[in-house]
């Protein structure tokens, strides 16, 4: 049996990466730990760059996941003003 222990941050406002950076900073984790930055706040967001950011970091930690309730820019384009080619938006439903 594999165990995993999980550690949950919450992303209110300011920047993303300060908020994951703040955490991880805040101890030393396991190898086996994996980290939930659970994204409450809307907006739109570029997790392709954020995700390259990430790996560049150096942290203990394998696995990072972003979670949020939100679409896909690119399925909800007709809505959006402005031109955004070149990157992965997502945008969050939350307000």
Known sequence: ???REVEVVE???GDLLDTI?????K???EPNTILICYISRGGIFDFKKESEIILKEI???NNIFLVFPGLKLTDIQQNV???CRGWTPFVSDEK
């Not at 950076?21 to 900073?25: A, D, E, F, H």
């Open 1 to 3: 049996m594999h165990v």
């Open 11 to 13: 992303y209110i406002n």
């Open 21 to 25: 950076r703040t955490k991880l900073s």
């Open 27 to 29: 101890k030393q984790y």
């Open 81 to 83: 003003r402005g031109g």
């Open 59 to 61: 942290t203990s930690l």
